[in-house]
C-alpha cells in the first residue's frame, strides 16, 4: 500500500505542474510589462498587461538592519517601458502611497489582477479575496480565523499554502496573516520574515501618524 506521506507528495507535486503550465497559458495571451521601483525593502518590480497586475516581486536588495520605519519613506519608478497600462500606473500609485502616504492608500483604486491563482473560487483564490476584503491596514488576522472567514475552520495548514502563492503581495496584504500565538510567522519563501515584520511596523507606525 502506498504511504499517505507519498500520495500526499506525489499529489501536491501534480498540481504544482498543472498550476505552472495554467500560468504559462494564461501568460502567452498577454503582452506583458514590467516596471521596477525602489523601495525602503529594495526593488520590487510589478508586471501586468493591459488587464490586470500579474505579479509583484520583492527582490529583497536591502540589509534588513537597513529597513528601519524611521528612515524618510519613498517608493520611486527605477525602470519602466515606454508605454504601460492603466493597471499597472493603478499599482505604482498605490504602491507609492502605501510606503510615503500610508493613510491614503485606502482611499486610491486598487488595478485589476490578471494571475491564474486569483480566479475562479478554489480555496486559494477564496482565501486571497476575503484576506483583501476583510483584514484592514494596521490590522493582522490569524492563520486559523482567516481560515473561518474562508469557509472551511479546518483549512488552517491550506490558508499557508495560500498566502505563500499569493502573486500580488502587498496589494494582497498576506504579511498581515499571523500565528494564533502572536507570531508574525513566515513571510515570502525562502525570505525570512524580516519584511513581514517591517511592513507590521510599518502600518501601526505610519498608519498612526
Not at 536588495?61 to 508605454?83: G, I, K, Q, W
Amino acid at each position: 500500500m502506498e504511504d499517505k506521506r507519498t500520495t500526499r507528495k506525489n499529489h501536491s507535486g501534480a498540481k504544482d505542474v498543472i498550476g505552472r503550465e495554467m500560468k504559462k497559458q494564461w501568460e502567452t495571451q498577454c503582452t506583458q510589462k514590467t516596471i521596477s521601483l525602489l523601495s525602503p525593502l529594495g526593488t520590487i518590480q510589478v508586471s501586468g498587461c493591459e488587464n490586470g497586475v500579474h505579479t509583484i516581486q520583492i527582490l529583497m536588495d536591502v540589509a534588513p538592519a537597513e529597513r528601519s520605519p524611521e528612515r524618510p519613506l519613498s517608493c520611486v519608478v527605477n525602470d519602466r517601458p515606454a508605454e504601460t497600462s492603466p493597471e499597472l500606473q493603478r499599482c505604482v500609485d498605490w504602491l507609492q502611497a502605501y510606503f510615503s502616504e500610508p493613510r491614503t492608500a485606502g482611499s486610491l483604486p486598487l488595478p485589476a489582477f490578471h494571475h491564474p491563482t486569483l480566479q475562479g473560487d478554489a480555496f486559494t483564490s477564496r482565501t486571497l479575496r476575503v484576506l483583501l476584503r476583510d483584514v484592514k491596514f494596521g490590522e493582522t488576522v490569524s492563520y486559523k480565523r482567516l481560515a473561518e472567514m474562508a469557509g472551511n475552520p479546518r483549512a488552517v495548514r491550506a490558508v499557508g499554502g495560500a498566502m505563500r502563492r499569493n502573486p500580488v503581495p502587498l496589494l494582497i496584504p498576506c504579511h498581515r496573516v499571523i500565528s494564533s500565538s502572536g507570531q508574525s510567522g513566515p513571510y515570502m519563501r525562502g525570505k525570512g520574515n524580516h519584511l513581514k515584520q517591517w511592513l507590521l511596523t510599518h502600518e501601526r507606525q505610519r498608519g498612526a501618524d
